[in-house]
């Protein structure tokens, strides 16, 4: 049997480590009553905190479902990690920010997976970990510019 092209073999590679890692990262974040889902979503928001967002341009932000990420959405708003208001354009959506509850539960989430990831890296040299940044930080604009 012949080996699938190391595209094929590299993309498979970097899902299996999302598996590992989310797995990981759901038994840490747990005691933070935070499920990985509801930490992608705070994660988005962290990066322009002061930014609104609908619903709809985050689900294709993340590429995910919008009946999911409403329900995440609410989840977040019920525990005021996100606040949301009126949108004057759209009088169906409403605007989303991150509140600073969950600008403080999204710094507690990295600060609870801060040490598990510095154990994964603790036999790496500080300069191969930004070079994987770099070829990671490049497929992923790869691919996130082929979108559709």
């Not at 990066?47 to 619903?55: L, S, Y």
């Not at 409403?94 to 990831?117: C, F, S």
Request: aromatic fraction near 6%; charged fraction near 25%; charge should be positive.
């Amino acid at each position: 049997m012949t080996e699938p092209p190391l595209s094929f073999r590299i993309v498979n590679w970097i899902g299996i480590i999302d598996q590992l890692a989310s797995t990981e990262a759901n038994r840490v974040l747990r005691p933070l009553g935070l499920q990985m889902p509801q930490f992608v979503l705070l994660n988005h928001f962290s990066h322009r905190p002061d930014e609104p967002r609908t619903v709809t341009g985050v689900a294709r932000a993340l590429q995910q479902p919008q009946p999911g990420v409403t329900k995440n959405v609410q989840k977040l708003v019920a525990k005021g990690w996100l606040r949301e208001r009126a949108n004057g354009d759209d009088g169906r959506s409403k605007l989303l920010v991150l509140a600073p509850a969950g600008l403080a539960k999204h710094r507690a989430a990295i600060a609870a997976l801060a040490p598990g990831l510095a154990r994964a890296f603790a036999d790496w040299p500080e300069r191969d970990q930004r070079a994987l940044f770099a070829m990671l930080d490049r497929l992923k604009l790869w691919f996130d510019q082929d979108r559709d």
